[in-house]
């Protein structure tokens, strides 16, 4: 079981941005998501079960927590902590922290 700390990627509900616009936010994220955890495992696991819980300004509904996690399984993916970011099993719940917003993830390689 792993801990991570990442920054809280843009909201993507509702929006239909251009797409070099949406490019330079995903890189930018990634570079501050590296930067944040810089570890990298030996080799990509098969499947992970991930717990998220994002500290957001407001609440936001389900859908929402889980379109805004894109850029973070896109993440896992690069850092190759997973092989493919289908194999993630992602549970999402939400707090308020309207001072230190971020995604805290629980990475779990055992469970079934």
């Known amino acids: 079981m792993r801990r991570m700390t990442l920054p809280l990627p843009h909201n993507r509900a509702n929006s239909s941005m251009h797409w070099r616009k949406e490019k330079r936010l995903k890189d930018a994220y990634m570079l501050r998501a590296t930067a944040m955890e810089p570890w990298r495992p030996k080799y990509p696991h098969e499947t992970l079960h991930v717990h998220a819980t994002l500290y957001t300004y407001n609440r936001m509904d389900e859908d929402n927590l889980v379109a ?45």
């Not at 399984?73 to 289908?86: K, P, Q, S, T």
């Open 68 to 112: 805004r996690m894109k850029f973070v399984l896109d993440w896992l993916e690069l850092r190759e902590i997973v092989g493919n970011d289908r194999n993630v099993r992602l549970k999402c719940e939400q707090a308020i922290d309207r001072k230190n917003q971020r995604v805290e993830l629980v990475i779990d390689t055992t469970a079934p």
